[in-house]
């Protein structure tokens, strides 16, 4: 792991002397630990990783606002690129929102209102795993808006993202098309597997009964949303991998960015000894140590 270091910045905080070096160290480890079939992946992916973090620094710098939709049918893999995007980022200045149903009292605001409450401020990057989106796919799908609701999203929606834009944000859409037979292989193996268990919903239940209504939707709503200014990115995700590396790489060619050089910083000496004793280990509860 990278060694903390603590000195002046003009924002302050916490430095990370030699991250690189760090993170390479953790890289080789991935490498040396992952089977033979899975090197040349994960050795794309931790380059990427390298990349995405070289983007943090510079969205950080110049104080962009970025926010990144991931979209698609259940079990599509938005998740597992959302988890390889983050995981090597400062949670600080990269978050992920993930909404539960909207609450009584969220209802009966303006639609988009608990998705703005999100966004990001400068120098911080959003990912929303499902979005607004969800009015013109489950909402509508699932009856859970009227037609009319429905109609007026379709409509409002280009406005709404384009005033985003037109204030600065930078804003990235991502559909994640996976097939019906590889759908139905994920959902069985969530069914088996008792650590991914929690992922199959009962409206993923639900949603496999209307496959084609949620075509359908998507149709529509690629008819009225995917424009010049804010178009839809379609990322095959039948191989989950693939889907990975592919949006990532995709991701950071859409914001032009340069690799910052660290700042040096000089570790200052520790506070000196005044005769401090610390309690002694048998006053304290400890963590059984079982490995």
Not at 10 to 33: F, M, Q, T
Request: proline share 5%; aromatic share 10%; net charge positive.
């Amino acid at each position: 792991m990278a060694k903390k270091r603590s000195g002046a910045r003009p924002d302050g905080g916490e430095i990370l002397e030699d991250a690189v070096e760090g993170v390479a160290r953790e890289a080789a480890w991935k490498l040396a630990a992952a089977p033979r079939r899975r090197k040349g992946y994960v050795r794309e992916l931790v380059r990427l990783q390298f990349e995405l973090l070289k983007l943090q620094d510079w969205v950080k710098r110049e104080g962009l606002r970025v926010v990144v939709l991931f979209e698609g049918r259940d079990a599509a893999g938005k998740g597992g690129v959302i988890k390889r995007i983050s995981e090597s980022l400062n949670p600080r200045h990269c978050r992920i929102v993930a909404l539960a149903a909207p609450t009584e009292r969220e209802r009966g605001q303006w639609y988009f209102q608990r998705y703005v409450a999100h966004l990001p401020a400068r120098g911080e990057i959003t990912l929303f795993d499902r979005s607004w989106y969800n009015r013109a796919g489950v909402e509508k799908v699932m009856d859970f808006c009227t037609p009319e609701e429905h109609s007026e999203f379709l409509r409002a929606v280009p406005q709404f993202e384009e005033m985003l834009i037109r204030s600065g944000i930078v804003l990235v859409k991502y559909w994640f098309s996976v097939s019906d037979d590889e759908q139905e292989r994920r959902f069985r193996e969530r069914i088996r597997n008792p650590i991914k268990r929690w992922k199959l919903s009962p409206m993923d239940v639900k949603s496999r009964a209307r496959w084609i209504d949620y075509s359908r939707a998507k149709d529509e709503m690629f008819a009225a949303t995917d424009t010049d200014l804010s178009p839809w990115y379609v990322v095959d995700a039948d191989n989950k991998k693939r889907a990975r590396l592919n949006c990532i790489a995709h991701l950071l060619r859409q914001i032009p960015y340069e690799e910052i050089k660290p700042a040096k910083v000089r570790l200052t000496p520790r506070q000196k000894d005044d005769g401090y004793v610390r309690p002694a280990k048998d006053s304290q509860r400890w963590v059984e140590a079982i490995y």
